[in-house]
């Protein structure tokens, strides 16, 4: 459990870093140091770059590979970073897609659980691009209880938590449940 959660708190950290480093190449762009210092300028990109790298998990190919063959680690780092949900350029592309290897694996109990409240946190955050890709995850890790608690949410006072869980219902009611179930 150490191990994941560290996994978790390091997507975070270098998920910042990554989105500061993008802002740090829009600051330098809207400054003009691209053309008063075109050195400073490729430095900034070098570090965006790595930043980037560092921000995506470790062997995010061989991930991609790994969870189409559903290794238990690459299920757990796949689930660490859509749990830590770092928000940085292009991370919403990298959690469609990682999504879209991971709602075909089988799930141990706490693999699933752990998924059920990444599915119920999105719920509860923003409006992300992503958010149709957590609708495909809600529905391969769905139980009568997750079902409930969404259902719940409809009724949120806050307006925007209202919305996404009605549509997260519409996923739900597209599946029939005992199908989802088998």
């Not at 190919?61 to 969870?67: E, G, I, K, M």
């Not at 290897?101 to 059920?116: G, P, S, W």
């Not at 997750?146 to 009611?173: C, H, K, N, V």
Request: aromatic residues 10%; hydrophobic residues 40%.
């Amino acid at each position: 459990m150490r191990d994941y959660n560290d996994l978790v708190r390091r997507f975070r950290e270098t998920g910042a870093a990554a989105a500061a480093a993008k802002q740090a190449v829009d600051d330098a762009f809207r400054g003009g140091l691209r053309d008063r210092d075109p050195d400073a300028y490729g430095r900034v990109l070098t570090e965006f770059g790595a930043r980037m790298h560092a921000a995506y998990p470790k062997g995010t190919p061989d991930l991609y590979h790994d969870l189409k063959n559903a290794k238990p680690r690459a299920i757990d780092t796949a689930t660490a970073f859509l749990e830590a949900d770092p928000w940085f350029f292009r991370s919403g592309y990298l959690k469609a897609q990682l999504i879209r290897r991971l709602k075909r694996a089988t799930f141990t109990a706490e693999q699933a659980e752990r998924l059920r409240r990444v599915v119920l946190a999105r719920v509860e955050g923003p409006d992300r691009n992503e958010f149709a890709a957590y609708g495909r995850l809600a529905l391969a890790v769905r139980t009568p209880d997750l079902e409930a608690r969404i259902e719940e949410m409809t009724r949120s006072p806050d307006a925007g938590i209202a919305r996404r869980a009605r549509w997260m219902m519409l996923r739900f009611r597209s599946v029939p449940a005992a199908k989802a179930w088998e």
